[in-house]
């Protein structure tokens, strides 16, 4: 296989999400969790909607996965949901941002860029993840 110059490695995370089963578990706990799930613009943006909602939330599970930790309430080395921030670009591409642990452990690993590719359906919400380290 041919090698990329500059390119140490490429890191990927991919996770899949029951729309029904996210949203039983978003009526289940108060708002306090969702708060603690999503940031702030997340939930002022997309908390209209489940769907948009659950697909957030599985961008952010393919990020920790990306960065080889899981989410903070998945393992105590998991990364806060909240360090992880998926918004959506002018022309309507999803894109990354990380803040505190997730951006400090994708510094550490030298991955200088990450993409979010995000798709749902009736039943479903998906993610993938990827990034290069140079």
């Given at each position: 296989m041919?090698?990329?110059?500059g390119?140490?490695?490429?890191?990927?995370?991919v996770d899949?999400?029951?729309?029904?089963?996210?949203k039983r578990l978003?009526?289940k706990?108060?708002?306090?969790f969702?708060?603690?799930?999503?940031?702030?613009y997340?939930?002022?943006?997309?908390g209209h909607?489940?769907?948009?909602l659950?697909v957030?939330?599985s961008?952010?599970e393919?990020?920790?996965?990306?960065l080889?930790?899981?989410?903070?309430?998945?393992?105590a080395?998991?990364?806060?949901?909240t360090d992880?921030e998926?918004?959506?670009?002018s022309?309507g591409a999803?894109?990354?941002?990380?803040y505190?642990r997730?951006?400090e452990?994708a510094?550490?690993?030298?991955?200088?860029?990450?993409?979010v590719s995000?798709?749902?359906e009736?039943f479903y919400?998906?993610?993938?993840v990827?990034g290069i380290?140079?």
């Amino acid at each position: 296989m041919k090698q990329i110059a500059g390119v140490t490695d490429i890191v990927i995370g991919v996770d899949l999400v029951s729309i029904s089963r996210f949203k039983r578990l978003l009526q289940k706990f108060d708002t306090n969790f969702t708060k603690q799930i999503f940031t702030l613009y997340e939930l002022e943006e997309y908390g209209h909607s489940i769907q948009r909602l659950a697909v957030r939330y599985s961008a952010k599970e393919a990020t920790s996965k990306a960065l080889g930790t899981g989410l903070a309430h998945m393992s105590a080395r998991g990364i806060p949901s909240t360090d992880i921030e998926v918004r959506t670009q002018s022309n309507g591409a999803p894109i990354l941002y990380l803040y505190g642990r997730a951006e400090e452990i994708a510094q550490a690993k030298q991955i200088q860029i990450m993409k979010v590719s995000l798709s749902h359906e009736r039943f479903y919400a998906i993610a993938m993840v990827s990034g290069i380290c140079l």
